[in-house]
């Protein structure tokens, strides 16, 4: 079992930056991917960006240039930096590991506000 923390959401203006951390239980983080997505009131929830085991990024194109996401294994950590945050950014951020060995685990979400 992976138990997943998600911090460091909030109210926010338009133009501003966060960073979202998810910290994992348990010794297994550094072999499994890890990815955030969000879900928009009356939206489907959406991958923002994934990070793998060796350190390989993907980030949908609507965040590209503006979101980054990273981790650290050492701190069992996986980190979304986001910048030049835009009303259309606000969403239950959530934060999701997995692998096709250890299975699938999902954090509680932390909330992005952005208001103009």
């Known amino acids: 079992q992976v138990q997943l923390a998600e911090s460091g959401g909030g109210l926010v203006q338009a133009g501003g930056s966060l960073r979202l951390s998810c910290v994992a239980s348990g010794n297994i983080f550094s072999s499994l991917i890890a990815r955030w997505y969000r879900q928009a009131p009356g939206k489907e929830r959406e991958l923002v960006a994934s990070?793998?085991?060796?350190?390989?990024?993907y980030h949908t194109d609507s965040v590209k240039g503006r979101f980054t996401i990273s981790r650290d294994n050492a701190k069992n950590t996986v980190y979304l930096q986001m910048n030049s945050l835009k009303p259309e950014d606000t969403a239950l951020y959530s934060c999701n590991v997995f692998n096709s060995v250890r299975g699938s685990y999902w954090g509680q979400g932390t909330q992005v506000t952005v208001h103009s």
């Open positions: 990070i793998t085991s060796y350190g390989v990024t």
